[in-house]
Structures are given as C-alpha cells and as structure tokens.
C-alpha cells in the first residue's frame, strides 16, 4: 500500500532543507528591504525647496517685480504669483493653491503666511529663502501661521500617522486572507464573500482610526469624525481590495507587490515628513496616485482646510477600490490555490 510521501512530488532543493522556492522567496524579500532603503532614504537625504507655490501681494506696481526677483533665486525654489488683494491670496491659502503667501510692505517690513497645517517643513523653507532674499535687500520678514494645526498634532504629522495606519491595515488583512484562504478564490462567488467581508473591516477600520485620532487622543477636531470614518473606511478598502487582486493575478508575490507599491513607494511620498515642494522630483509627482498620499491629504483637507483638495484624494483611492474589486472578481477561479496548510 502506498503511503502519503511517495504521493508528493520530490522538493527541488539549492542546499538541504532550501528549495528553490524559499530561495525565491529570500531574494525577493532581500529586494524590497534594500528597495526600502533606497527610497526612503533617496527621498529624505537631501529636502530642497522646489518651485514652492507662492503668492505675492505688493503694493502699487511692485508685485510683478517682486515676482521676477523671487522667481529667478537660484534652483529656483519658489514659483510666485502675483496677487491683487490679500484677502484673494489668503483664500489661494486655505484652498491649498498656494503653500504660502508674502505680504511685501510699503517699508522695509514684509509678511509671510504658511500653513502649518500642511505639514511645518514647508513653512520653514519658505521662512528661511525668504528670510534671505529679504536680508540681502536690507528688509526684515515676519511668519504668521495663518492655517495652523491642532494643538495635539505636532507639526500636522497626525494625518500622514493616520492614513498609514489605515494602509497598513489593508493590505495586512488582504494577505493574510490570502495566505490562508488562498491566494485566489475558487469562485467569483467566494471572490463577493471575502470583498465583502473586507468591505466590513474597513468599516471598523476607519471608525476605529478616526475615533483613536479624534475623540479618544484629541490629536484631530473631534468634529470630523464621520468624515474621517467614511474616508478611512474607503482608504482602507482600496489597499486591501488591490491588495487582494494582486494575489489573485500573481499569488503570493502579490503580497510583496503590495508592500513595494504601499510602503517602499508610498509613505515616502506621502507628504509626511517632507510634503510634495521639498521632495526629489520623482517622489513629488507619485504621491498624490499612491493611497498613503492620497490618504494623508484628504485627511488634511477635511480637518484644515473644509475639504480643499479631498475631492481629488477620494477620486483616487476609489480608483483603486474599484480595479481592485474588479480584478479579483475576473481573477477569481483561475488556477485556485490551496490555503497554507491545506490539503486540497
């Protein structure tokens, strides 16, 4: 009678007890720790302000000279528009069209309005190019904050903690249904099962993000907690939802898809640390498709700015609700795979 080892087929081993698969494994793993370092450290090493939008009010004719001077510093780090009014350039600020504002005075004293809200990186490069291009015209320049952040969110961190957390709960969860699931669902019907039963843990999710952020920490307004629920509750969905399409179509290496995607591309271009005008271009213009990016500016834009800029962030990450719902679904039953352990 034949027993159960001369059923399997033989292991392909590199070394005792290191299949070749597991060696796969390793490397790919070895791969996106040293993809990690690089982009994280690629993206922080060296922040240089960057064509940092910035509106210019002066009096009389002097603002478009004014405009000229500040857009011919070297390296180019401010992009200045000239505008007719303060009140005009502090609703560019609040809508999140400008990162600052300069307020020239008829003497020798000028303005400078930030938002700290945004993050307090960009307020300080822009104090400090300004402070110099004032000193060496003999004129003297004070900051205002006139969009700040809470008094429990240093320096509008809170945001980018928050839709990481969110992210990482999404594709955590993705995978660890696929790992002992199955990678692929045998049924499209059983594909609806686990989107739908991620759909309720991103319910959860996002009330518990919002709630631990607001209510409970006190790190957000309180006031924007069902806002923050509905946002985190889609943030998380689309991560684990393509997450999960990404095992469907390539298994297991989907889970490190995902973490390139998520996390080695992601959070470094989120806006956290250093938002978009301090970062390497290519950091800069990948942020706002990724969801940790997407996330932490939606979150900003609901709790600091009455939404300015939430609308396209939302638009994003239902993109990737929906290419993930709809990739699993056409992925499910193709080739299914046992769950770790299984034994069918």
């Known amino acids: 009678m034949s027993t159960h080892g ?7 081993e590199l070394l005792p007890g290191v299949t070749r698969r597991a060696a796969v494994l390793v490397v790919g793993v070895l791969l996106l720790q040293l993809g990690f370092v690089l982009s994280y450290v690629g993206a922080f090493h060296a922040p240089v302000p960057r064509e940092v939008p910035l509106a210019v009010v002066a009096p009389g004719d002097a603002a478009d000279q004014v405009v000229a001077q500040l857009d011919g510093l070297p390296g180019r780090p401010l992009e200045a528009t000239a505008y007719g009014s303060e009140g005009d350039a502090r609703q560019a600020l609040a809508d999140r069209d400008v990162d600052g504002v300069l307020l020239v005075g008829s003497g020798s004293q000028d303005t400078l309005l930030v938002a700290g809200a945004e993050g307090g990186a960009v307020a300080t490069a822009l104090e400090q190019v300004l402070g110099q291009a004032d000193a060496a015209q003999q004129r003297t320049l004070t900051t205002t904050d ?5 008094d429990g969110d240093a320096r509008g961190l809170t945001a980018f903690y928050l839709a990481v957390g969110w992210v990482v709960g999404g594709y955590l969860v993705a995978s660890i249904i696929g790992v002992s699931a199955g990678s692929r669902p045998a049924t499209r019907g059983r594909a609806g099962t686990r989107l739908a039963a991620l759909a309720v843990y991103a319910l959860v999710s996002g009330l518990g993000g919002a709630l ?4 409970v920490l006190g790190a957000l307004d309180g006031g924007h907690t069902l806002a923050l629920t509905l946002l985190g509750a889609l943030l998380v969905f689309a991560v684990g939802a393509a997450t999960a399409a990404l095992q469907v179509w390539t298994g297991l290496v989907g889970i490190g898809l995902a973490i390139l995607a998520f996390v080695v591309l992601g959070n470094p271009s989120a806006g956290g640390a250093y938002p978009a005008p301090l970062l390497p271009p290519f950091w800069a213009a990948i942020g706002p498709w990724l969801p940790p990016g997407a996330g932490t500016g939606a979150v900003r834009g609901i709790v600091y700015f009455d939404g300015a800029g939430a609308g396209q962030a939302v638009a994003v990450l239902a993109g990737y609700a929906v290419a993930g719902v709809l990739a699993t679904v056409l992925g499910a039953g193709r080739g299914a795979q046992p769950a770790i352990g299984s034994p069918v």
Do not use: D, K, S
């Open 6 to 12: 001369q059923h399997e087929a033989p292991r392909r």
């Open 146 to 150: 006139a969009v700040r952040a809470g």
């Open 212 to 215: 631990i952020a607001g209510p």
